[in-house]
C-alpha cells in the first residue's frame, strides 16, 4: 500500500495508512492476508472505551485497498458513534473483506478470516454486513467465539434495524409534519434488500405511497409486486416528487448532485454514511430545510439486535429497544433546531458525550 525505501529517512507516522488513522482516531488497524484462499481483508477498531468493539463484516469489490480502507475507517468510527448513542457498553469496529461476494466466498476464506478476527482476542467482534449472511457467520464461528448474529441465536438483524429506521422515520416525520403518520406519504426507498423489503412492507401497512429501486431486478420486481410498489429507475430516484427519501443501499447517495434534485422534506434511511462529505452535505441539507436522520442513529436496530446476542437477551427486548430510536432521533432533531446545528454534528456530540462521561468514570481513583 505504501513503499519504504530508506527506514532511516521515513517516518513511518506520515505514511497514508496511519495519516488516515489518526483522522478518524482509530486504535488499530489489522491488515489480512491469506493466499491459499484468497482473502484479502482489513480490521478496523475505532474505540474501545465503552466495551468491545462490535461491527459487522462486508464484503465487496472495491477498486483499491485505498478505497477499502477508507470505507472501513468510516464505517468503525459510524459503530462506535452508533454503539453510543444506542447506550449500548459497545464500541465500534468493522470489517471488509476485498472481493466478490457472489464468486470469490468460500468455506476455507471465511474460516481463515476467523482465525483473523481470533487473533484480536475479543478486542472486535464480528456479525454479517453487505455481501455476508448468516450461513458465512457459522464458518468465521469455527475458529472464533467473536461472532453474532448466528443462526439459532439473534439471527439476522434486519427486522430488528428495519423496524428502528421505520419508528425514526416516523419520528422525522413528526417534527416536520406536525404528526408521525406515514399514511398517504410519498416514500423513495433505494435498495429492496433484506433491510430494505422489511422497511417497504411497514410502510405499506401503514399505506405509504411507495417508490423502489435496486440494481438486482428480480428482488426490485417481487418487493414492487408484494407490496403495490412503484418501480423507477436507479438514476431516477433522485427526482421523484417526494416526501421523504430512504436510503437503504450503499452510502454517499447524499452529495451535490443528488442535492440539486431531491425533492424531500425529509433523508432517513438504512444505508451508512449516506453524506458525502459530512461537513459539506449535512450543512446544505439543513439549509435546504430537509430533515436528516443521521444514519448511524436511525439504522442502530442491527447492533441492537446483536447486543442482544451478546448479553443473552431475548429477541423481545431487542425489538423493544430498537423503539427507542423514535425518541433519539426526535430528541436530535430538536436539538439542532435549538442550536442551529445540522443533525449529523449533534449526533455527533450525544455519542462523543457519553464516550467521554463514560470514559471517566473508569478512570482510577
Known amino acids: 500500500m505504501f513503499e519504504v525505501k530508506n527506514i532511516e529517512d521515513t517516518n513511518l507516522f506520515e505514511n497514508p495508512v496511519v495519516a488516515q488513522m489518526s483522522k478518524y482516531n482509530h486504535e488499530q488497524l489489522l491488515f489480512c492476508n491469506d493466499n491459499a484462499t484468497g482473502l484479502k481483508a482489513i480490521i478496523a477498531v475505532h474505540n474501545t472505551v465503552l466495551g468491545p468493539a462490535l461491527g459487522g463484516t462486508r464484503m465487496w469489490a472495491y477498486n483499491n485497498e485505498m478505497e477499502a480502507l477508507t470505507d472501513v475507517l468510516r464505517l468503525s468510527r ?65 475458529e472464533t467465539n467473536h461472532v453474532v448474529g448466528l443462526p439459532g441465536k439473534s439471527g439476522d438483524p434486519s427486522p430488528v434495524t428495519a423496524h428502528g429506521v421505520y419508528v425514526g422515520m416516523k419520528a422525522c416525520a413528526k417534527e416536520q409534519f406536525g404528526s408521525d403518520s406515514l399514511t398517504g406519504k410519498k416514500i423513495a426507498v433505494q435498495g429492496v434488500g ?64 443528488t442535492l440539486s434534485r431531491l425533492k424531500c422534506s425529509i433523508i432517513a434511511g438504512a444505508a451508512n454514511n449516506q453524506l458525502q462529505i459530512e461537513d459539506v452535505h449535512g450543512r446544505l441539507v439543513m439549509e435546504k430545510g430537509i430533515i436528516y436522520a443521521p444514519d448511524f442513529a436511525l439504522n442502530a436496530g442491527g447492533v441492537i439486535n446483536c447486543y442482544s446476542e451478546v448479553k443473552g437477551l431475548s429477541a423481545e427486548w431487542a425489538m423493544t429497544k430498537a423503539e427507542e430510536i423514535y425518541q433519539t432521533i426526535g430528541n436530535i432533531v430538536k436539538r439542532s433546531k435549538l442550536e442551529n446545528i445540522p443533525t449529523y454534528q449533534i449526533a455527533n456530540k450525544m455519542a462523543e458525550e457519553r464516550i467521554t462521561a463514560i470514559g471517566n468514570v473508569k478512570l482510577p481513583l
Do not use: Q, W
Open 78 to 142: 459510524g459503530m462506535t458513534y452508533k454503539n453510543s448513542i444506542s447506550g449500548l457498553n459497545l464500541g465500534g469496529g468493522k470489517a471488509v473483506i476485498i472481493g466478490d461476494a457472489r464468486t470469490m466466498k468460500s468455506e476455507a476464506l471465511m474460516r481463515r478470516f476467523g482465525k483473523f478476527v481470533n487473533s484480536l482476542a475479543g478486542k472486535y467482534i464480528t456479525a454479517e454486513d453487505v455481501g455476508i449472511g448468516t450461513a458465512d457467520m457459522v464458518y468465521v464461528n469455527m
Open 194 to 257: 433484506h433491510v430494505g423489503e422489511y422497511l417497504v412492507a411497514a410502510l405499506a401497512k401503514e399505506n405509504a405511497e411507495i417508490y423502489v429501486t435496486d440494481i438486482h431486478e428480480p428482488s426490485l420486481k417481487r418487493v414492487a409486486e408484494k407490496y403495490g410498489a412503484h418501480i423507477v429507475g436507479l438514476n431516477d430516484i433522485y427526482d421523484i416528487d417526494m416526501d421523504i427519501y430512504a436510503p437503504c443501499a450503499l452510502g454517499a447517495t447524499v452529495n451535490e448532485d
